[in-house]
């Protein structure tokens, strides 16, 4: 799909890896909505880069819906769309302190896979509206992590949740075939977002001493230049594409 002209929605676009792809997305020409906890820095960054804010907490279906109506209202259309907000906790199967409360695994659950299906599937619904180019009316891209399918100790919820998201790329891609939509997630090894980026320079060399090349963190930047190859890319679809310097996650 060309870039130039189209409308997208980028969620959890107020930082990190969703930041620069919405900046790359305008840089090459689309119309960039940026959805974004109210407390985040969206309303600065949008403004910084051209887009608009629209605050929501993708946990919530109510300000989701709200989002998203103003979103639609200042795109008109929607035909990619990028989706990143997410996380884990740290917790073992079992502790000292008993098993792991079933409500944290539920919350990750929550956090990582239903509210990205959530998003996904309204994504699909507004995407069905466009006049199609070249067979294609839009472009899902979903956020897994490298803990989809090598998940350490203390991962097993964040695991899950991400295995759910690579997993669901295909019977999305299917059911949306007709329609010229696709879905595609990527599964980033450690990037120099948030938290990690605060890690001390001899932390972040022990964290990705494992990786074949390069080693050292991933930028933001390269999950954009990926965001941006799939959405150009059709043949591109139904897959999880690891985005990780050649790492095998070892148990921790
Ligand atoms: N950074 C890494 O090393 C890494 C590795 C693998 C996977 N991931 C995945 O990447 C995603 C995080 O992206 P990032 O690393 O660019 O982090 P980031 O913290 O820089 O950006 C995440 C954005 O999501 C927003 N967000 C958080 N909770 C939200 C909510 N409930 N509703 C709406 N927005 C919300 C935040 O405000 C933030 O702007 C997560 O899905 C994470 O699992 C990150």
Redesign the pocket.
């Known amino acids: 799909m060309q870039i130039q002209g189209k409308a997208a929605m980028v ?2 676009g ?5 930041r620069a792809t919405a900046e790359m997305l305008r840089e090459a020409g689309a119309d960039v909505a940026i ?3 109210p407390q ?1 820095a969206g309303a600065e960054v949008a403004a910084g880069m051209g887009a608009t804010f629209h605050p ?4 919530d279906a109510d300000s989701v819906d709200t989002a998203f109506a103003s979103a639609m209202d200042t795109l008109g259309a929607l035909h990619i769309a990028v989706n ?5 906790i740290a917790m073992r199967t079992i502790s000292k302190k008993g098993p792991h409360p079933i409500d944290e695994f539920r919350r990750v659950i929550e ?2 896979l239903v509210a990205t299906f959530n998003l996904n599937r309204l994504q699909a619904w507004h995407m069905r509206e466009n006049e199609p180019e070249d067979g294609e009316r839009g472009v899902i891209i979903d ?1 897994a ?2 803990a989809a399918f090598e998940g350490q100790i203390g991962q097993v919820a964040y695991t899950a949740a ?1 295995a759910g998201v690579a997993a669901m790329m295909l019977p999305m891609a299917r059911d949306l075939g007709t329609l010229g939509i696709r879905s595609v997630a990527i599964a ?4 120099e ?2 938290l ?1 980026s605060l890690a001390p320079p001899e932390m972040q060399a022990e964290l990705t001493r494992d990786n074949a090349f390069p080693r050292r963190m991933g930028k ?1 930047e390269e999950y954009a230049q990926l965001a941006l190859a799939i959405v150009r890319n059709p043949m591109l679809n139904g897959s999880c594409i690891r985005l990780d310097a050649g790492v095998r996650f070892a148990p921790k």
């Open positions: 969620v959890g107020a930082s990190g890896m969703a959805l974004d906890l985040s929501c907490d993708v946990m990143t907000a997410g996380g884990g956090f990582s956020t992590s490298v991400k980033p090894s450690l990037f977002t948030g990690t933001p």
